[in-house]
């Protein structure tokens, strides 16, 4: 056997043990918590943090960032790799808030799989709808996870019909609750028929105390809880909804487990489902409509760049997710957007934000490349035959601000700051050609973004800023011809956006947008 087919088997091989997938929510209901108590299941971390760190408990380790900390929110993604059960684990955990809808877009775009996460009370939320949207699109398949059990919510069988209703998922419980939500024992193991008793372990940060007993035991002991919950799996059972790989694969049927990730209930049965279940890496499409087979040679693309995650460093990193063949540290790889090589000698793998040298990646693997400075959100590397992958879009803004400094001489750190902002695609930046340099112009999808950029401006760069809110709410391409044509229009502006010098017509709402494309037929505004 060939040296070349060797090592294409190893990276089969390989890839099959990777699992790489990103827990969706709507914000609160849970899934920086989830994230804490996977990683503890797993033991790479002693104790489980909390949202809000009180008391003993410490933060997550995936809400790194300061402002993260302080408001109980996630507002960037960050990626944890660690192993279980020989399996690799790549979890990347994700924005919930709709404001930061671009940067949980892109992360998706970098996994296999997904876990929605539902809080037991509230069910389907927004945002919720609009990430499972997504990963309809992709066709990704999600497992739902049923949080917050151990709180007063809504009856089980509802939330089944809620979920198969709203989205068009079969709902196939591989768990199921014995107690109603608030008064939850543990739950019952469908594919054996097993009870798992749970009980949240002292200070809810270890793992969950755990016993498992026959049926003859849990009846006697859960009288009618547990009379309850076999009805009901008799009532799933009678209508079909047992879990079937194929159609989950096919993303229209979801496996469901029940538990709470504040006290780790029901959180090993969900890490064991992952790697049971979930799916490893497959061959990607291509911009070229093509298949990239996973035990070809390298390829990954970036579909996040994050700067001064560790303050001793000061530093940026581009997140590339491996898509095919093996990754080694000091590799020269091809930028496929300019054609250059491009050196990858600081390789590291990140877990929240921490970070440690890392010597090869394999597919479904996310690689730090640190001080890439030279690349951007999307861009494809590679070794071997040419690949690109398909770009990942930009959201079209909706708020706009021009941001300015009053301190002449921290002028540098500020156009510094903005173009790290830029890079990372914390907010869209774009140039006014009325305002100059000296005062850019701020594009966000939400109003949080603002914050988010101002509040690292001063706390990364030491620049304290102010922001100017325009009055445009919309935006469409246009081209040199279109601009020429809107500077005898009031109430619109044409920007310059600085990543990629594409033109946007700014407009205060839709009915001037389309006024003034009435007056002007041929003018190109592509939304």
């Known amino acids: 056997m060939s040296q070349n087919v060797l090592a294409a088997s190893g990276v089969a091989v390989q890839a099959g043990r990777r699992r790489t997938f990103a827990v969706i929510s709507h914000p ?54 660690f192993s279980y059960r020989d399996v690799v ?19 998706l775009t970098a996994v296999d799989s997904a876990v929605m996460l539902l809080d037991a009370a509230k069910g389907l939320e927004p945002q919720t709808l609009k990430l499972f949207e997504v990963c309809r699109q992709r066709g990704i398949p999600v497992m739902t996870f049923i949080n917050k059990w151990d709180r007063p919510g809504n009856d089980a069988l509802a939330l089944m019909d809620e979920i198969e209703q709203r989205i068009g998922l079969k709902p196939t419980p591989l768990t199921w609750p014995v107690g109603i939500a608030g008064d939850f024992h543990g739950v019952i193991d469908r594919r054996t028929g097993r009870f798992v008793r749970m009980q949240r372990s002292p200070g809810g940060a270890e793992l969950a105390i755990e016993e498992e007993m026959g049926a003859d035991e849990a009846a006697e002991r859960y009288g009618a809880d547990w009379a309850t919950a076999v009805e009901e799996l008799d009532l799933l059972a009678m209508t079909g909804a047992d879990h079937d790989q194929e ?90 957007g300019t054609g250059k090589p491009f050196a990858t000698k600081y390789a590291q793998q990140i877990f929240g934000r921490g970070r440690e040298t890392i010597d090869e990646a394999y597919p479904g693997d996310v690689v730090g490349l640190v001080n890439a400075t030279s690349l951007g959100i999307g861009d494809t590397l590679y070794t071997g035959d040419p690949v690109r992958f398909p770009p990942l879009p930009s959201f079209p803004p909706e708020h706009f601000a021009v941001v300015r400094t009053d301190d002449t001489s921290a002028f540098k750190r500020f156009r510094r700051g903005i173009e790290q902002l830029d890079g990372e695609g914390v907010v869209q930046v774009l140039r006014s050609d ?14 949080m973004q603002f914050e988010v950029a101002t509040h690292r401006l001063e706390a990364e760069f030491g620049v304290k800023v102010r922001l100017e809110h325009l009055p445009y709410e919309l935006a469409a391409r246009t081209d040199a011809a279109g601009r020429e044509i809107l500077r005898t229009e009031s109430n619109v502006e044409v920007m310059t956006r600085v990543r990629d010098d594409a033109l946007l017509a700014v407009f205060p709402h839709r009915w001037r947008m389309r006024t003034i494309a009435g007056r002007h037929p041929g003018l190109r505004l592509d939304e």
Not at 42 to 52: C, K, L, T
Not at 89 to 107: C, K, M, Q, W
Not at 259 to 279: H, K, S
Not at 319 to 336: D, K, L, P
């Open 28 to 81: 609160d209901a849970g899934k920086s918590t989830m994230t804490e108590a996977l990683a503890l299941h797993a033991r790479v971390i002693g104790q489980a943090g909390a949202v809000h760190g009180k008391g003993d408990r410490k933060g997550v380790v995936s809400d790194w960032m300061e402002m993260e900390q302080q408001r109980g929110i996630s507002v960037t993604s960050a990626a944890l790799q």
């Open 89 to 107: 684990i790549n979890l990347l955990d994700t924005p919930g808030h709709a404001d930061f809808s671009e940067d949980t877009y892109r992360v």
């Open 247 to 336: 159609t989950f694969l096919a993303a229209t049927s979801t496996p469901v487990l029940f538990g709470a990730a504040v006290a780790n209930l029901g959180v090993r049965q969900l890490l064991d489902i992952l790697v049971e279940l979930a799916p490893p890496p497959s061959a990607r499409p291509t911009a070229a409509g093509t298949q990239q087979p996973v035990d070809g040679s390298f390829s990954g693309f970036v579909f996040k760049m994050q700067a001064n995650m560790n303050r001793a460093h000061r530093d940026q990193v581009a997140f590339m997710r491996v898509c095919s063949g093996r990754f080694e540290r000091g590799m020269v790889v091809t930028h496929a």
């Open 434 to 447: 009325q305002r100059g340099d000296q005062a850019p112009v701020f594009a966000a999808v939400g109003p």
